[in-house]
């Protein structure tokens, strides 16, 4: 909804929407979108309701396709790191024309961040960063929002293991337990880290373990330094 504000017509508008007069059309650049009222918000006065923006498609014949109201409003974002080191978000329709947010700005602004990961697990956002170019620590936040984030940084390693690079995650939902992965030193080589954890708390160096493969030709077969768990290759 950004990149449509920007343009005095298409502010209005949304404005017009907001006001209960819409619904409205919003031109930006080649693209048409329709600007419309969805849903009463809940616990809300029974008069404002979710403002939605939609492209508008047309059918082959010219003609302007229906809009389902009860399709998800979405576009898709991007977190990434810039050369300052903080959290920076783009967005997009398409997944390949992107938009900075914030004016190209840093959205949020720890200490340190490169490599950021997030995703949403049982409705709240967790956030996965690199915390240094050395270290034992990776870091873990927690948002409802993607603009308020708690947390801070996780000793996942010992000394021995120098780093703990682009770390990664998935949840299990059979098993309720979040894996955990990234990239530390393991016998003078990069490899692959991971542990599991069910929140993320009292997590120490002892949880952590690495799967090393190592082929016995370029095509394998491959065989694991260790033999539990599932099973990382580097």
């Known amino acids: 909804m950004g990149h449509h504000a920007g343009r005095h017509a298409g502010s209005q508008c949304i404005q017009q929407v907001l006001n209960g007069i819409g619904p409205g059309i919003v031109a930006c650049k080649d693209r048409w979108f329709i600007a419309f009222h969805r849903f009463h918000i809940p616990d809300g006065n029974g008069y404002n309701r979710e403002v939605c923006i939609s492209p508008m498609r047309f059918e082959t014949d010219g003609t302007i396709r229906a809009v389902d109201v009860f399709e998800p409003a979405y576009a ?9 080191q903080k959290l920076f978000y783009a967005y997009s329709f398409d997944a390949r024309a992107w938009r900075a947010l ?15 990961f997030i995703n949403r697990v049982n409705g709240k956002f967790h956030l996965v960063h690199t915390t240094g170019w050395t270290g034992t620590t990776i870091g873990h936040w927690e948002s409802d929002d993607l603009i308020n984030w708690t947390g801070g940084p996780i000793q996942v390693v010992g000394p021995k293991k120098q780093k703990c690079w682009a770390p990664e995650f998935f949840y299990s939902e059979s098993e309720d337990v979040f894996y955990v992965f990234w990239a530390s030193v393991h016998d003078g080589h990069n490899a692959m880290h991971y542990l599991r954890t069910k929140d993320w708390k009292s997590i120490g160096p002892g949880d952590s373990t690495s799967e090393v493969s190592t082929p016995t030709s370029r095509s394998g077969p491959y065989r694991t330094a260790q033999n539990r768990g599932p099973r990382f290759f580097s």
């Open 76 to 84: 898709y974002l991007m977190a990434y790191f810039g050369p300052q």
């Open 102 to 116: 914030g004016g190209g700005k840093p959205v949020w602004s720890p200490p340190f961040v490169r490599d950021p």
